[in-house]
């Protein structure tokens, strides 16, 4: 991510093409024929294949994101070197955008902070307005469009977690039969925030092998297939990026990219 509030170098083109289709891959199964056989199983420690009830809680995850929206985000992510890069904010999967604040931070502290809006074709960072206080979609509103600098995602870990973020919330639920035939595996239960979230492994691409690697997204999905964190591996990064989900929030009003309105 960029220093400073103006438009960011963009990664190689071939890099970011791959990270690109990597999430529109594995955000969901894409398999299209054939069945799974579910196992049935009592509660066990480790890793294994989902269960027919973890199956269809993890392929409601996103339609459940989708209607809790807009609902508030966090997102951390590591950029290498020891630098830093969270964003707070709010998602609207209606609309397909969000907006927050970003800080940068590193070894020595902070580098950089401002506002972020982000759709599905891009980002725009902008400095927050000076003497003035809000939630960030407030603060937002505030900036006129020439204080925006926009770009298209690259593959800078910000921009990847930002992408996988809008990607994530669905109008429809998946199909846990291709949830499960894609690779989704169980990999333990967590407690977070006084409530247990059992940890799947998200299903694998599309074309990989079926003793390939696992995938890069790991979901937290609770008992009723509420969704509260995600993780994603990044090749060269031993941090994976982090999304945790908070509640609903019914004031949030999102601006369409500020850059071409106003």
Known sequence: ?????????????????????????????????????????????????????EASRLALSRLNLYQASPVTVTLAAAEGGGVDVRVEGVVDYHARRGVGRYRVTGASGPLDHGL????????????????????????????????????????????????????????????????AQSGARRLGRDRIDGRDHDRFAG???????????????????????????VTMRMPGLGTPATVEFGGHDGAAKLPEAPWLTG
């Open 203 to 229: 299903p694998r691409a599309q074309g990989a092998a079926p003793d390939g690697a696992r995938s890069p997204l790991t979901y937290w999905v609770d008992g009723d297939g509420t969704l509260r964190r």
């Open 116 to 179: 972020v809006v982000w759709d599905a074709g891009g980002l725009g960072l902008a400095p927050e307005p000076a003497g003035t206080d809000g939630p960030a979609w407030e603060q937002a509103e505030r900036v006129p469009r020439q204080g925006w600098s926009p770009r298209t995602y690259t593959a800078d870990p910000l921009d990847a977690g930002l992408q996988l973020l809008i990607e994530l919330g669905a109008d429809r639920p998946d199909n846990p039969l291709l949830l």
């Open 1 to 53: 991510m960029a220093r400073k509030t103006t438009a960011a170098p963009r990664g190689p083109r071939g890099r970011t093409l791959r990270f690109r289709a990597l999430i529109a891959l594995v955000v969901c199964a894409t398999a299209t024929a054939g069945l799974v056989a579910y196992r049935t199983v009592d509660e066990e420690p480790g890793e294994r294949p989902v269960t027919v009830d």
